[in-house]
């Protein structure tokens, strides 16, 4: 009798104790004992693709730092709360995602970023829906990432990235004969150049298709169906697109136009690549100008060259999307507080999404640093309830061509 006695005492005793932990959805809330709201985020910060991961995490830190200055001097409109920034390192592949995550989840991940690249954000996508945690990725681009109402992007999609691509050169480039050099292969290149090709106006004709698949970085028969076109659309990362340069440069037109995505972004900063020896424009579509001399995007420059060594970890469109993507969470949370919710700094990672994913759906509208912006004033940008984001692209000429 005892024994049994005993055993209820135990049940109830770890049944009390387990309330405290389990979110309004009934699972359990690692985030209970959190004294900051804490943002997690899965990216390269090893391998190929490690410069955009870096500038991601650094621009991230940069911008909760100064929200945390703001919520420590205090005032109307704060949130009377602190946050905090984790980073896990995937090296930019999606079988490393699954363990990232759960340390992320279980280490108090209240929202996040979700992922820097497209082939982690689709692994990641699944497990956030499972467990209801928002995310607002900077640069992860696919159009599948945002598949779930949870998921939500700062960066254009692919097929926004390829049909604003086109209206670009549907106003600008009449009469040009337009090549494409793309990763067949690559969901991102291939998603990318399908919308662009549907996109661009049927007076082109039909582009010149030069794709490649794998890791090649041999591109002799490419560059000779491309060399007499006017512009070569490459929507492509930028180490393929250095190589086919630079493997081109004296077999390409001169005057010939390279214009890709915001895969070519850094590419100005790849070791052994000399851009200045490609006699070729490079540009490509950006919703930010990391060479800005003025505005927002300079003032948001100068704290990042002050807070970090550009020489070693260079700044590019992927972290100032992140900087957005902070401040935009933040500022989303302040609209949630006015209109009367309430957001402890240990509340479940479920109730935070339901709260976010209301704002988002809203009529909320963001002023950022990415997207056009005009004098002093921050660009608007705002969602649609598929994640997809909405603001104003510019093209971004990172190298004009050789006189």
């Known amino acids: 009798m005892k024994i ?40 390269p910060l090893t391998g190929g693709a490690a410069i955009y991961g870096i500038a991601v995490r650094n621009s991230a830190m940069l911008a ?23 980073m896990y390192d995937d090296k930019h592949d999606p079988t490393n995602v699954p363990t990232g995550y759960a340390n992320l989840f279980e280490n108090g991940m209240q929202v996040s970023l979700g992922t820097v690249t497209t082939k982690p954000g689709l692994e990641f996508k699944v497990l956030a829906k499972d467990d209801n945690v928002f995310f607002l990725t900077p640069s992860a681009t696919g159009d599948a990432v945002p598949e779930f109402s949870n998921g939500y992007q700062m960066c254009f999609a692919d097929s926004n990235q ?8 549907n106003e600008n480039y009449q009469g040009k004969k337009v090549g ?26 039909t582009p010149v298709a030069a794709p490649f698949t794998g890791d090649a970085n041999t591109f002799d028969s490419q560059i000779q169906l491309l060399k007499d076109c006017d512009v070569i659309f490459m929507p492509i990362y930028y180490t393929p697109a ?79 999307a992140a900087y957005d993507c902070v401040w935009a969470i933040y500022e989303a949370m302040k609209v949630a ?52 984001v909405n603001k104003e692209a510019i093209k971004y000429v990172v190298k004009e061509a050789n006189a």
């Open 64 to 86: 909760v730092a100064e929200i945390n200055a703001i919520e420590a001097a205090g005032g109307e409109g704060t949130l009377g709360l602190q946050f905090e920034f984790e």
């Open 337 to 388: 507080k006015a209109n009367g919710k309430e957001i402890p700094a240990n509340i479940a990672p479920s109730d935070l999404c339901n709260i976010l994913t209301e704002v988002f759906n809203g009529d909320f509208t963001f002023h950022g640093i990415t997207g056009k912006t005009e004098g002093d004033n921050k660009s608007t940008i705002s969602w649609e309830s598929s994640g997809y």
């Open 162 to 169: 390829g049909g604003a691509s086109a209206r670009y050169f």
């Open 242 to 320: 250095s190589q086919f340069m630079t493997q081109g440069k004296s077999t390409v037109k001169a005057n010939a136009i390279y214009y890709g995505c915001d895969g070519l972004d850094g590419i100005d900063a790849i070791d052994g690549f000399d851009i200045k020896s490609i006699p070729q424009e490079v540009s490509y579509l950006s919703h930010f100008n990391s060479n800005a001399t003025s505005g927002p995007a300079k003032v948001f420059i100068d704290k990042y060259n002050a807070a970090y060594d550009t020489a070693k970890e260079p700044l590019n469109q992927f972290g100032a």
């Open 180 to 205: 494409v050099f793309y990763k067949s292969d690559d969901e991102y290149s291939k998603g990318i150049y399908d919308q662009f090709v549907a996109t661009l106006d049927k007076s082109f004709g």
């Open 4 to 43: 049994r006695v005993l055993s209820l005492i135990l049940a109830i005793v770890l049944t009390l104790g387990m309330v405290g932990v389990l979110s309004s959805c009934g699972e359990t809330n690692y985030a209970e004992n959190n004294t900051k709201i804490k943002i997690g985020a899965s990216g």
